[in-house]
Antibody, heavy 122, light 107 residues
């Protein structure tokens, strides 16, 4: 059974930092790209960042570029999101998601964690 | 960035109804379109990928269609467990944008 378990969320002041983790099990973690997706209160889903299976390629939403860093440790089956210079608008439930490309070659987020809540407030 | 626009934003329907949700992309995305369902307090769940392929384990009352810029998600006969929020998402390029969501409520 695939499991993605996020941790590291909490309350932080504006300008502060947090590091989120996502521990994966039930998959060959090093074979898949992984992403972070967030949902702000009362809002829809927003893609945040993706990292390739090897970790050599990363992409970010413009809203977090330069402030957030995605990384992974394939030896520990763990995905990370380092969040710096946090703003009130970063308040959200952060999900990690596994990327899958089927025979159609269309990338999907086929497994998701339950999320970890980040609240940025003074 | 590719903008994804869903309609309607909310929808009231009854058990047994046939429901259609539409999603429009701001440029052609071929068939790189996925649909997700999210229930309160739960993670999103993949329903349809590549516009029309049913994810394993998803009931056959769910179907998707479309190509290019216009897509639809259809639920042929609503069940009580289908009341949720539905999102389309394009995988044609990065950023992988989502629609704003369609909240499906019980009438």
């Amino acid at each position: 059974e695939v499991q993605l378990l996020e941790s590291g969320g909490g309350l932080v002041q504006p300008g502060g930092s947090l590091r989120l983790s996502c521990a994966a099990s039930g998959i060959t973690f090093s074979s898949y790209a992984m992403s972070w997706v967030r949902r702000a209160p009362g809002e829809g889903l927003e893609w945040v960042s993706t990292i390739s299976a090897s970790g050599t390629s990363t992409n970010y939403a413009d809203s977090v570029k330069g402030r957030f860093t995605i990384s992974r440790d394939n030896s520990k089956n763990t995905l990370y999101l380092q969040m710096n210079s946090l703003r009130a608008e970063d308040t959200a439930l952060y999900y990690c998601a596994k990327e899958h490309r089927s025979s159609t070659n269309c990338p999907t987020f086929d497994y998701w964690g339950q999320g970890t809540l980040v609240t940025v407030s003074s | 960035d590719i903008q994804m626009t869903q309609s309607p934003s909310s929808l009231s329907a009854s058990v047994g109804d046939r429901v259609t949700i539409t999603c429009r992309a701001s440029q052609s995305i071929s068939n790189f379109l996925n649909w997700y369902q999210q229930k309160p307090g739960k993670a999103p769940k993949l329903l349809i990928y590549a516009a029309s392929s049913l994810q394993s384990g998803v009931p056959s009352r769910f179907s998707g269609s479309g190509s290019g810029t216009d897509f639809t998600l259809t639920i042929s006969s609503l069940q009580p467990e289908d009341f949720a929020t539905y999102y389309c998402q394009q995988s044609y390029n990065t950023p992988r944008t989502f629609g704003q969501g369609t909240k499906l409520e019980i009438k």
